[in-house]
């Protein structure tokens, strides 16, 4: 049976006006070869309509990628089910382990959440993430079961009904117990990190310190606005980066990765209007950093 690898993405601020070549090349991570070949296969749309390479794009714009059959790798794919948490006929919520990317990109085309999904739902089933979380951040991470519901929850977000708190353990203790951040975060060309800048996209990051353990804070925090790597680059910009978070200058010496979880998500379902809370407990490397000494 003909299987043709399909990727949705919804279109940020910071793409507001791009060509759509150059959001699969800088944003997606494609090659030319492969932007043509997916010109050549008719497999570029927008918001379910055929698209050029050269039309602009724009915020909440709905593009999606189908890419021919040759073009889909031949690796194993994943064969463990999804941790779901909640689902209903139009959201699925799953708890994302630390060290998987919450969709298929150019570097992990088949060993990432969504087609994790695919592969449990089978293959009428279309990735349709809402929000993100980084690779080696875990907990929550809510996906619409359709185009209708993807487009209502992405409202949601927006206006912040879709809520999520995160749990965060940061070296160093807070001056005080709680707090907002407000800073500037942009992207540099060649660079992993974000960088504080008055002329980056406007950041809100609400923290409350809930304990302290061997010289850390512990953390619920919030975000306004939803930045990649607002967080990380926020906790380290006050002088607290998150343990394990090395690329903010944190150190491994207590977790291998940065100590930052999804733990707690509110939103309205798009149909019915009933409002769902979903928790999902700390996994074990953040428990046994906030256990350790004890």
């Known amino acids: 049976m003909t299987m043709r690898k399909t990727i949705e993405i919804e279109i940020e601020s910071r793409e507001n006006g ?30 379910g309509q055929e698209a050029r390479v050269t039309q602009p794009v724009y915020t909440g714009d709905q593009v999606t990628l189908i890419f021919p059959e040759k073009d889909t790798p031949h690796a194993l794919r994943l064969l463990q089910k999804p941790d779901i948490l909640y689902e209903d006929d139009d959201i699925v919520i799953v708890n994302k382990p630390a060290g998987m990317v919450c969709h298929p990109s150019h570097e992990h085309l088949d060993d990432d959440m969504g087609t994790l999904l695919q592969n449990y739902y089978g293959e009428g089933f279309t990735i349709r993430a809402v929000g993100r ?13 359709n ?51 008055s002329d980056g996209q406007q950041c809100i990051t609400d923290y409350a310190v809930v304990g302290t353990c061997q010289g850390c804070s512990i953390l619920k925090v919030s975000i306004r606005t939803g930045r990649t790597h607002q967080i990380r680059a926020g906790m380290a910009q006050v002088g607290h980066p998150l343990c394990g978070d090395e ?19 509110e939103l309205i379902q798009p149909f019915t209007k009933e409002k ?9 490397d953040m428990k046994c950093l906030l256990t350790e000494g004890e």
């Open 247 to 265: 690329l903010y200058g944190g150190t491994k010496e207590r977790i291998n990765r940065p100590a930052l979880h999804c733990g707690h998500v």
């Open 133 to 145: 979380l980084d690779k080696d951040v875990s907990g929550i991470m809510v996906y619409a079961k």
């Open 276 to 284: 769902i809370t979903v928790d999902c407990d700390l996994p074990d």
């Open 18 to 47: 791009l060509a759509l070549k150059a959001v699969l090349s800088k944003e997606v991570g494609l090659s030319r070869r492969e932007i043509s070949r997916l010109k050549f296969a008719h497999g570029l749309f927008i918001n």
């Open 147 to 197: 185009q209708p519901s993807a487009a209502r929850l992405s409202k949601q977000r927006s206006q912040e009904v879709l809520h999520k708190v995160y749990d965060a353990v940061a070296q160093g203790i807070f001056e005080t117990d709680s707090g907002t951040l407000r800073y500037g975060l942009r992207k540099v060309e060649g660079r992993k990190d974000r960088k504080i800048s």
